[in-house]
Protein backbone atom coordinates (compact mmCIF):
# COMPACT_ATOMS: atom_id res chain seq x y z
CA UNK A 1 0.00 0.00 0.00
CA UNK A 2 1.16 3.35 -0.96
CA UNK A 3 0.10 6.55 1.44
CA UNK A 4 -2.06 8.42 -1.25
CA UNK A 5 -3.87 4.74 -1.13
CA UNK A 6 -4.63 6.30 2.73
CA UNK A 7 -6.09 9.35 1.02
CA UNK A 8 -9.13 7.12 0.22
CA UNK A 9 -9.59 6.07 3.45
CA UNK A 10 -12.92 6.46 5.66
CA UNK A 11 -12.59 7.63 9.02
CA UNK A 12 -15.86 7.03 11.43
CA UNK A 13 -15.60 9.16 14.76
CA UNK A 14 -18.67 9.19 16.86
CA UNK A 15 -21.09 8.28 14.18
CA UNK A 16 -19.76 10.21 11.46
CA UNK A 17 -17.72 9.91 8.38
CA UNK A 18 -14.93 11.76 7.59
CA UNK A 19 -12.23 11.88 5.20
CA UNK A 20 -8.54 11.26 5.21
CA UNK A 21 -6.58 14.22 4.52
CA UNK A 22 -2.51 13.40 4.75
CA UNK A 23 0.04 16.00 3.98
CA UNK A 24 3.83 15.75 4.82
CA UNK A 25 5.64 18.20 7.47
CA UNK A 26 8.86 18.29 7.65
CA UNK A 27 9.03 18.73 11.30
CA UNK A 28 9.89 15.56 13.40
CA UNK A 29 6.28 15.03 14.86
CA UNK A 30 3.15 14.30 13.62
CA UNK A 31 0.37 15.85 14.50
CA UNK A 32 -3.72 15.15 13.83
CA UNK A 33 -6.11 17.37 14.27
CA UNK A 34 -9.80 16.83 13.63
CA UNK A 35 -12.22 19.15 10.88
CA UNK A 36 -15.60 19.89 10.21
CA UNK A 37 -15.60 16.41 7.26
CA UNK A 38 -11.93 16.11 7.37
CA UNK A 39 -9.29 14.26 9.84
CA UNK A 40 -6.52 15.91 8.87
CA UNK A 41 -2.72 14.21 9.61
CA UNK A 42 0.33 15.82 8.94
CA UNK A 43 3.10 13.25 8.90
CA UNK A 44 6.03 13.77 9.96
CA UNK A 45 8.55 13.30 6.54
CA UNK A 46 11.91 12.91 8.09
CA UNK A 47 14.04 10.68 6.04
CA UNK A 48 11.35 7.79 5.69
CA UNK A 49 10.43 5.25 3.15
CA UNK A 50 7.18 5.08 1.69
CA UNK A 51 6.37 1.87 3.67
CA UNK A 52 7.40 3.61 7.02
CA UNK A 53 5.54 6.68 6.18
CA UNK A 54 2.26 4.66 5.97
CA UNK A 55 3.00 2.81 9.05
CA UNK A 56 3.75 5.99 10.54
CA UNK A 57 -0.25 7.26 8.40
CA UNK A 58 -1.66 4.21 10.32
CA UNK A 59 -0.45 4.33 13.86
CA UNK A 60 -1.23 7.91 14.14
CA UNK A 61 -4.46 7.08 13.40
CA UNK A 62 -5.02 4.73 15.68
CA UNK A 63 -3.28 6.74 18.28
CA UNK A 64 -5.38 9.73 17.91
CA UNK A 65 -8.60 7.37 17.67
CA UNK A 66 -7.55 5.40 21.22
CA UNK A 67 -6.58 8.75 22.75
CA UNK A 68 -10.46 10.37 21.89
CA UNK A 69 -11.80 7.11 23.24
CA UNK A 70 -10.27 7.39 26.65
CA UNK A 71 -11.17 11.02 26.59
CA UNK A 72 -14.74 10.43 25.85
CA UNK A 73 -14.99 7.25 28.32
CA UNK A 74 -13.62 9.18 31.02
CA UNK A 75 -16.47 11.86 30.36
CA UNK A 76 -19.08 9.98 30.40
CA UNK A 77 -17.50 8.11 34.02
CA UNK A 78 -16.73 10.78 35.42
CA UNK A 79 -20.51 12.75 34.78
CA UNK A 80 -22.12 9.58 35.77
CA UNK A 81 -20.23 9.45 39.09
CA UNK A 82 -21.34 12.83 40.13
CA UNK A 83 -24.94 12.14 39.21
CA UNK A 84 -25.04 8.70 40.60
CA UNK A 85 -22.39 8.73 43.43
CA UNK A 86 -20.40 5.27 43.03
CA UNK A 87 -16.77 4.50 42.90
CA UNK A 88 -14.20 2.45 40.44
CA UNK A 89 -11.09 2.19 40.43
CA UNK A 90 -9.45 2.33 37.27
CA UNK A 91 -10.65 2.65 33.88
CA UNK A 92 -8.88 1.27 30.77
CA UNK A 93 -9.41 1.55 26.94
CA UNK A 94 -8.52 -1.87 25.25
CA UNK A 95 -8.45 -3.42 21.52
CA UNK A 96 -10.61 -6.44 22.53
CA UNK A 97 -12.30 -8.37 19.58
CA UNK A 98 -15.10 -10.42 22.14
CA UNK A 99 -16.23 -7.47 24.36
CA UNK A 100 -17.14 -4.28 23.96
CA UNK A 101 -16.47 -3.55 27.94
CA UNK A 102 -16.01 -5.22 31.35
CA UNK A 103 -16.51 -4.40 34.84
CA UNK A 104 -14.09 -6.72 37.43
CA UNK A 105 -14.68 -7.55 41.05
CA UNK A 106 -11.87 -4.82 41.83
CA UNK A 107 -14.04 -1.77 40.18
CA UNK A 108 -11.81 -1.86 37.42
CA UNK A 109 -13.60 -0.25 33.98
CA UNK A 110 -12.64 -1.65 30.28
CA UNK A 111 -13.71 -0.37 27.33
CA UNK A 112 -13.05 -1.00 23.91
CA UNK A 113 -11.34 2.25 22.19
CA UNK A 114 -13.27 1.13 18.61
CA UNK A 115 -16.71 2.52 20.61
CA UNK A 116 -15.73 5.90 19.61
CA UNK A 117 -16.37 5.26 16.17
CA UNK A 118 -19.98 4.85 17.20
CA UNK A 119 -22.40 7.55 17.58
CA UNK A 120 -22.26 8.78 21.19
CA UNK A 121 -25.72 7.32 22.46
CA UNK A 122 -23.94 4.27 21.96
CA UNK A 123 -20.59 4.50 23.91
CA UNK A 124 -22.93 5.91 26.53
CA UNK A 125 -24.81 3.04 26.61
CA UNK A 126 -22.03 1.01 27.10
CA UNK A 127 -20.66 2.42 29.69
CA UNK A 128 -23.93 2.69 31.92
CA UNK A 129 -24.30 -1.01 31.09
CA UNK A 130 -20.43 -1.47 32.67
CA UNK A 131 -21.11 1.09 35.30
CA UNK A 132 -24.53 -0.92 36.36
CA UNK A 133 -22.20 -3.97 36.93
CA UNK A 134 -20.31 -1.88 40.02
CA UNK A 135 -23.54 -2.48 41.51
CA UNK A 136 -24.80 -6.04 39.97
CA UNK A 137 -21.69 -8.50 38.81
CA UNK A 138 -23.96 -10.11 36.87
CA UNK A 139 -26.98 -9.74 34.06
CA UNK A 140 -29.85 -10.18 36.44
CA UNK A 141 -33.00 -8.77 35.85
CA UNK A 142 -31.81 -5.88 39.04
CA UNK A 143 -28.78 -5.67 36.21
CA UNK A 144 -31.27 -4.87 33.84
CA UNK A 145 -33.48 -2.37 35.67
CA UNK A 146 -30.59 0.34 36.67
CA UNK A 147 -29.31 -0.02 33.41
CA UNK A 148 -33.10 0.76 32.48
CA UNK A 149 -33.17 3.41 34.88
CA UNK A 150 -29.96 5.26 33.72
CA UNK A 151 -30.01 4.77 29.98
CA UNK A 152 -33.95 4.17 28.89
CA UNK A 153 -32.97 3.42 25.08
CA UNK A 154 -30.73 1.02 26.03
CA UNK A 155 -32.79 -1.80 24.10
CA UNK A 156 -31.75 0.40 20.48
CA UNK A 157 -28.38 0.57 21.53
CA UNK A 158 -27.59 -3.43 21.99
CA UNK A 159 -29.25 -3.14 18.43
CA UNK A 160 -27.05 -0.90 17.04
CA UNK A 161 -24.09 -2.92 18.34
CA UNK A 162 -25.69 -6.45 17.45
CA UNK A 163 -26.20 -5.29 13.82
CA UNK A 164 -23.29 -2.63 13.37
CA UNK A 165 -20.74 -3.49 15.70
CA UNK A 166 -18.59 -5.82 13.30
CA UNK A 167 -17.95 -2.66 11.20
CA UNK A 168 -16.36 -1.28 14.09
CA UNK A 169 -14.69 -4.52 14.65
CA UNK A 170 -12.95 -5.03 11.20
CA UNK A 171 -12.04 -1.32 11.02
CA UNK A 172 -8.57 -0.95 9.53
CA UNK A 173 -5.98 1.34 7.79
Not at 78 to 89: H, I, L, P, Q, T
Not at 125 to 146: D, K, P, Q, R
Amino acid sequence: MRLCDLENVKILFRGKSYNLKITKSPFAKSSLTRGEDTIILKLSSLPKTEDELVAEARFQVFKWLKAEARRYFLLEVESARVAYGFKYKDLSVKDTVSRWGSCSAQKNLNFNWRLVMAPPEILKYVVMHELAHLEHLNHSTEFWNLVAARYPKYKEAKKWLADKGLELLEFTI
